[in-house]
């Protein structure tokens, strides 16, 4: 078998794939506690979210915070996000990119029947002084039932 | 970057939440084979699992076994413990909670509607010498769709 | 605290986990895609595939991408495949076996009503010249909603 180039190395990576994952999972668990302060917290300061074509683009942590907060008062009642397939790609020690599964359950303040979307989270991830972030996060969808939102990214299948 | 403070002490760290990721595993894939003997040998000796305010919680690991066996031969023709969002935090080198994310899917004998479940887990694991053991399980409710147990300790937003 | 034997083989452990893992995500990330020639590089030469008792199963890597190009041309007009509860046990440094969980969604050309499937990737992988392989699937179905195949390898509940 090959040898390991460099044990330490190898092992900081493997904690860096940890810290990124967990971070994603502490994402989901604070929207689905309706924390938007919690969330943003988990951003860079730069931080540029892409939900949807159908709205502009969130730019900074604060912008984030306050649109967050109103989606997550007055649109849900509940919601479960149920991420899966976490893939990690570093870009140098301080970087990296992911592609992550979503299947989220949403319940509706206005009694819609509940929404069903499938898709895939695109993030950048940005090493700082208070460790990993998210700076850029992407939604592009495989399906969806019932789903709020009337237009998306959809992924292009070949 | 900054160096790891114990290169030994770090890979056990990762050992250990590979270990207790795989327990949860292994719990339900057994819960979902129907083989309540081998769930129960998971359980610490004096284990307390909590699945709702509509049950007494159920204490040791001889009273799971037989109160898991009712529930899987009576009420399910088949379920799908799926969990995802794994984060666990260790409390010493012996003991760790998690917060885990759970859709599941039940198929009734009597008939009724399939039951969808989007919980948590929130988990103390112990470590034994016989390994990592589920020591305290309670199941807290995002939402659910057609599901059996009418209580449930549901997850407050805020 | 027991000592790791041989922390070197631990780490290398540790990252063939991660290698296998990742494999049998980029797996679902190409089907979704509707990529077959990318799917078809993660298999052996000699792989075989086991879908279902309905269908024969596949053999090698040429009828593997032939047979999954026709299906997922002809057969979805959307997938998601969200694989969770990954466990894996090694057979030597080289070879493994894996049990997954699947949570899948289809919408289908044809109009039919979407198909949900839950059910585990039974899995044996190989480490190549070109590293880890899906040599072998079988898919083992736990319950299914309007999904497409009439006939599938049913999980027995004890």
Do not use: K
């Amino acid at each position: 078998m090959e040898e390991l180039p460099d044990l330490a190395a190898t092992v900081r990576e493997l904690l860096d794939r940890h810290a990124i994952t967990d971070l994603i999972y502490t994402y989901c668990f604070h929207f689905d506690n309706n924390e938007p302060d919690r969330i943003a917290a988990l951003f860079t300061d730069d931080v540029v979210l892409d939900y949807g074509p159908d709205r502009s683009p969130i730019h900074g942590r604060a912008e984030a915070e306050r649109r967050l907060a109103r989606g997550l008062r007055e649109v849900f009642a509940a919601t479960s996000h149920n991420v899966s397939n976490v893939r990690l790609r570093f870009d140098g020690t301080d970087s990296c990119e992911g592609v992550t599964y979503l299947f989220a359950w949403h319940r509706y303040h206005d009694g819609a029947p509940d929404g069903y979307l499938w898709a895939r989270y695109h993030h950048h991830f940005r090493r700082t002084l208070g460790g990993w972030r998210i700076a850029w996060l992407q939604l592009r969808v495989l399906g969806t039932v019932d789903f709020h939102s009337p237009e998306v990214y959809p992924v292009q299948r070949a």
